[in-house]
């Protein structure tokens, strides 16, 4: 049955909070959409929007993107599948793909990493994982949604470069690869415009030019005006109901002010969503599984930082050990907002611990609240003493949907609490949790064995102690820089902008990359992890073809333990003829090596991954020449290089009286055409003597054309420059 406009308008808006508006006589039922993305959150009964139904909390994506495992956050996809068919959920609000611009965004342990390629390739999985199982995706927050100061107003000021090689290239890797049911549009503007409300960027682009065939769905609240939106190409404006834009745009279609079609495209986009899961059984799922896998995930995702003199892994039952910390006992397993999850079960690392059957001592050092005093730090640092391994759990008191961090650093009473334990026993081992990257120095100098512990989920404190105690051997490697001061970080002088703006003055430098082009020292880079075992890297080979560039290299566990490596592909053109990176990550394999044995790891970077967004042509370039692969185990740990020569794209800028004397010298048929023209001009005069030396034609280089023909005596006669241009292209 077809909709009348009034039903076409009434469908593109929610009928409450967590619904999409039923319209019976079409036999169209409302259907659950809830916020994931590390979990399913169901509101409870109540007005708490915030108090979930209880289902596994899975470590967030700040955690799980430290695994560099496509096929973990697969299985991580499904199950969260499996828990949203249990209950009746259409669509899973997730993953969160946008990139962490500044280590005090607020939200940033709801997203993946610092890089587009691991956050693309680790979306990528999560999406097909969960759509495996019939239930839908909402990529979000589309677009360049960075910072959670002024959110909801925010224009996110961006050069086009930028945009495209970095902010949107994860979006584009999801949507072409795995075509998630729904792309949620971001609060913020971009460049001026509401997201909600952004043509360019919901149709041009996302369906124009990457194939995107589902909905879009607003973030809660984004939508400004329906009549725009709808116009914009955004489909569902959520929560509803929404009476005021529903009369808004029926009235807009009978005056002709909105096209019809354009309401109704949108309308049967979201009855396509909705058709989808119509016959879809119920689901069930094994809670004490998921846990189980949530605890694997929370293993993998933790990076052993620091281990002098092989303090870790412990051996259980052989030592005193005293837990230190509140953070031990009341675990901080997620961040707060939309994406809190009330977890089946919750384990706490002091209890794992002592299920090792070690022998343990527990002072809490400081309260819940983050505060401490003398006799807390005193207890603690005597309970040390007494211990022959003392363990520190510390970390960021909140991160939370809505706010961003002020400081990079950990609360004061922390550190002290750190300085006097490791004081009163050198054998410390300090176990961070945190949804964005904390400042280490210079207090991790004083201890010899530092665990980036992230928020991990409810299995986080369980995965602890499997990786304390050997059980489990680290091989989680950082998906952001952890730089030695907030003030060095590329973003720090943009952040978070003023009077409605924010300026990405920082450009394609995001992240490591930043660091890497000013050659900034950080405390802990990019890629990096250490494990109980170690690699070593043989020669690498790279094959260039159609589709990229195949880059083999072998690699070995020299070490007693069999471990897990992962291999980080970087690339570099040198003499570009545009700005990039030092080196930008490229490609990467998780890769289980057994102790002793040799494994040749091929990975593939793919050709679009080498191109850069050309702004004169408006379109996707890639160079021709050399490129520099860089194959190690970070981006600042680099084990093994190679050249190999990639054929390029086509991409002649067409000449124009505007172009320089020099860009029509390095334009082969523009050479030959304006070397010509100086022949036949004028013989004498001043311009004539100036382009007849390589040094006076040098200092001529930037002059337009045009301007040149303007001087008196020029060999370029104003009324040739047509015939020119024409001669030219």
């Not at 495992?69 to 669509?91: S, T």
């Amino acid at each position: 049955m077809a909709l009348d406009t009034s039903q076409q308008a009434a469908i593109t808006s929610g009928s409450d909070m967590w619904h999409t508006e039923a319209v019976e006589s079409a036999g169209l039922p409302a259907v659950i959409v809830t916020d994931g993305p590390h979990g399913v959150r169901m509101q409870a009964e109540g007005d708490d929007l915030l108090a979930g139904v209880p289902a596994t909390c899975f470590p967030p994506a700040v955690a799980s993107a430290s695994t560099w495992d496509p096929e973990l956050l697969h299985r991580m996809g499904e199950a969260l599948g499996d828990e949203c068919r249990a209950q009746d959920v259409a669509v899973l609000l997730g993953p969160g793909v946008n990139l962490k611009r500044s280590p005090l965004g607020g939200r940033n342990f709801e997203y993946f990493s610092e890089d587009p390629i691991l956050t693309g390739r680790l979306a990528t999985e999560w999406v097909r994982g969960l759509q495996s199982k019939g239930v839908g995706a909402s990529l979000k927050h589309f677009a360049v949604n960075s910072q959670e100061t002024d959110r909801m107003r925010i224009s996110a000021d961006i050069d086009e470069r930028t945009l495209r090689e970095v902010y949107l290239r994860a979006f584009h890797k999801v949507v072409t690869r795995a075509q998630p049911w729904t792309v949620m549009c971001a609060y913020n503007k971009i460049n001026g415009v509401y997201a909600s409300e952004h043509h360019w960027l919901l149709t041009d682009v996302l369906r124009g030019e990457w194939g995107f065939e589902g909905l879009v769905v607003s973030d809660w609240g984004a939508v400004v005006d329906r009549v725009k939106a709808i116009a914009a190409g955004l489909d569902l404006t959520m929560p509803g109901p929404d009476l005021a834009g529903d009369q808004a745009l029926v009235a807009a279609v009978s005056s002709g002010a909105l096209d019809p079609a354009l309401l109704a495209t949108s309308a049967e986009r979201v009855r396509r969503m909705i058709a989808k899961t119509g016959d879809r059984p119920a689901g069930t799922y094994d809670a004490d599984a998921h846990h189980a896998l949530a605890r694997e995930i929370a293993g993998r995702a933790i990076v052993l930082l620091k281990n002098d003199g092989d303090l870790l892994p412990l051996t259980p039952g052989t030592e005193k050990v005293a837990v230190l910390g509140e953070f031990a006992w009341t675990p901080r397993y997620q961040g707060g907002g939309s994406s809190q999850i009330t977890p089946t079960r919750l384990d706490d690392a002091l209890t794992a611990i002592r299920a090792t059957g070690a022998e343990v001592s527990f002072a809490a050092g400081y309260t819940v609240e983050g505060d401490s005093d003398e006799a807390l730090l005193a207890e603690a640092a005597a309970v040390a003493r007494e211990a022959d391994v003392a363990i520190v759990f510390a970390g960021s008191v909140h991160e939370t949907e809505g706010a961003d961090r002020e400081s990079i650093d950990l609360p004061a009473v922390q550190i002290a609490l750190i300085e006097r334990v490791a004081a009163a026993n050198p054998k410390t081992v300090v176990v961070l949790s945190n949804g964005a990257v904390l400042a280490t120095k210079p207090w991790d100098e004083k201890v010899p064995a530092l665990v980036e512990g992230w928020l991990l989920g409810q299995a986080g404190g369980s995965a602890v102690a499997d990786v304390l105690f050997g059980r489990v051997n680290p091989s989680g490697r950082l998906a952001e820089t952890i730089p030695v001061k907030l003030a060095d970080h590329p973003s720090y002088l943009d952040f978070p902008g003023e009077h409605g703006h924010v300026r990405y003055g920082e450009g394609l430098h995001v992240g490591y990359r930043g660091f890497d082009a000013r050659g900034t020292a950080v405390a802990y880079p990019f890629g990096f992890g250490l494990s109980y075992t170690t690699f070593g890297y043989g020669a690498a080979r790279a094959t260039a073809s159609p589709a990229g560039v195949e880059v083999r290299v072998p690699v070995t566990n020299t070490g007693s333990w069999d471990g897990r490596e992962v291999v980080q592909v970087y690339v570099s053109r040198p003499g570009s003829a545009v700005r990039r990176a030092p080196r930008e990550l490229k490609a990467f394999a998780s890769v289980p090596i057994t102790a002793g044995d040799t494994t040749e790891v091929t990975v593939t970077v793919e050709r679009e991954d080498l191109a850069y967004w050309d702004t004169r042509l408006g379109r996707w370039i890639v160079e021709d020449g050399e490129y520099t692969i860089e194959v190690g185990a970070s981006s600042r740990d680099i084990r093994a290089t190679v050249t190999v020569h990639v054929a390029g794209d086509p991409a002649r800028v067409p000449l124009t009286a505007e172009s320089s004397i020099g860009e029509w010298f390095a334009d082969p048929r523009g050479a030959e055409v304006l070397t010509a023209a100086f022949a036949a001009g004028s013989a004498d005069g001043p311009m004539s003597a100036m382009v007849e030396t390589p040094e006076m034609l040098m200092m001529l280089g930037s002059l337009p054309l045009s301007r040149m023909s303007a001087f008196p005596g020029s060999p370029i006669d104003a009324g040739d420059l047509d015939k020119l241009v024409e001669a030219a292209n």
